[in-house]
């Protein structure tokens, strides 16, 4: 089996068992190269220069746009905007649809297993339109039984806002259900696709989503490049949320004419070499294969699953079957903090995370403070979950609980 270790120079310099890709993934080679190569050869400002520089520049960020519209299944480029990451698209649909359209007496819809960046994003919305945010609240499983859908979803429904998959309990999220069922209301919603772009093929027509959000960081490429998905008719009546420079057709002492779509919402200078990166990152993805990701995931998926069950004391958040958690495997140790957790696999050299994972609602709901988690991606291997499993065996007894 190809060792995709040697594509990340990162896991090539280090002897750390990297295991916390939920927070950030490492990026490949050809992610550093393409952010290198556009600032060594196309750096100039996109989209206002005439000159050849400034147009190769503004060809290599739209490419990246079409390189996106293509990694969602978008129909249109005009669809696809670039913002800084999940939580930045999320804020432009909440304050530009949101603060516009809701209204007294409608109703937000998000899970209480949300992250908090598609929370209180809504949490804002509803405190200043006079509308209700309302929880649909899962089982410890994760799940959400259909008769609770049905009942949540009201002709009130106005939006709802989703996760795809969780960043706690890596289940996926029934969202095509909730799509529908929204739909059906008359209401729209948006997919929070930040932990499952990295793990499963996401098509933004198939789901038909009116909105989805993802960053880029966690799927392989650059930090500060992130992507909102919007339907055309919807982005098109949407006020901008950031204004200034690059997203007006024209301005005068009393007012401005806006930019078409995309560069409506992309006010000031773009993030074109993150832009190019990301596009490389979806390219180095397309090239390894999702079904090539998805069998080498299922299977340290499993293998993490087996070794963590097996150590006395370790609870797994969320269901007892491996295969609905999709990499992300948080736990509890009897009697162990999971900052104590934490900072014993860092002395191993293991990285995971504690705490609330931004989360806290979900956390309270299934009755824990804080967990450490586990969060896999293609490129880890057998050897770093031994780490990380030899470890985990040793705390109880470092901390003299007993074995
Ligand atoms: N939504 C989900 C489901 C997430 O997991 C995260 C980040 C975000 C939104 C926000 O993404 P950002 O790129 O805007 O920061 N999740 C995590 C995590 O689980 N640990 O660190 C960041």
């Avoid at 859908?149 to 909730?178: D, M, R, W, Y």
């Avoid at 309270?364 to 586990?374: E, P």
Wanted: one cysteine or more.
């Amino acid at each position: 089996m190809r060792n995709y270790k040697e594509d990340f120079p990162l896991l090539m310099n280090t002897d750390l068992a990297y295991l916390d890709n939920a927070a950030t993934a490492q990026r490949p080679q050809a992610v550093l190269d393409a952010v290198q190569d556009f600032y060594l050869k196309s750096n100039a400002n996109p989209l206002r220069g005439l000159y050849d520089l400034a147009v190769d520049a503004t060809d290599r960020y739209e490419a990246a746009r079409e390189r996106v519209r293509r990694f969602i299944n978008a129909e249109k480029t005009e669809e696809i905007i670039f913002t800084r990451n999940t939580t930045e698209s999320i804020n432009l649909v909440a304050y530009s649809w949101g603060l516009t359209n809701l209204k007294p007496g409608d109703e937000i819809l998000i899970t209480i297993a949300e992250h908090h960046s598609n929370m209180l994003p809504w949490q804002m919305a509803a405190r200043q339109t006079g509308a209700t945010l309302k929880y649909l609240d899962c089982d410890p499983d994760g799940s959400y039984p259909l008769e609770h859908i049905a009942e949540a979803i009201t002709p009130q429904t106005k939006f709802a806002a989703i996760g795809h998959v969780s960043n706690v309990l890596g289940c996926v999220n029934p969202v095509e259900e909730i799509i529908a069922r929204v739909h059906a209301n008359g209401g729209l919603v948006l997919v929070d696709a930040a932990q499952s772009t990295p793990h499963l093929p996401v098509d933004v027509q198939a789901l038909d989503a009116d909105f989805l959000a993802f960053s880029g960081h966690k799927v392989y490429g650059p930090m500060g490049i992130g992507v909102l998905y919007g339907k055309e008719h919807l982005l098109n009546e949407m006020p901008p949320f950031l204004s200034g420079g690059e997203m007006i057709s024209y301005v005068r002492r009393d007012g401005a004419v806006y930019a078409e779509l995309p560069h409506k919402f992309e006010a000031g200078t773009v993030n074109a070499a993150d832009a190019v990166g990301l596009s490389a990152a979806l390219d180095y993805i397309e090239e390894i294969g999702w079904d090539a990701i998805l069998k080498r995931e299922e299977e340290l998926t499993k293998y993490a699953f087996d070794c963590m069950t097996a150590v006395t004391g370790v609870h797994i958040l969320g269901s007892a079957d491996y295969r609905q958690h999709h990499g992300i495997l948080s736990f509890t140790l009897d009697q162990v903090h999971p900052h104590d957790i934490a900072a014993i696999l860092a002395d191993d050299h293991v990285a995971v995370r504690a705490g609330h994972h931004c989360a806290q609602p979900l956390l309270t709901h299934l009755g824990v403070r804080s967990s450490a988690r586990v969060s896999l991606a293609f490129y880890n291997t057998e050897e770093d979950i031994d780490r990380f499993s030899d470890s985990l065996k040793s705390i109880r007894r470092k901390m003299g609980l007993g074995e």
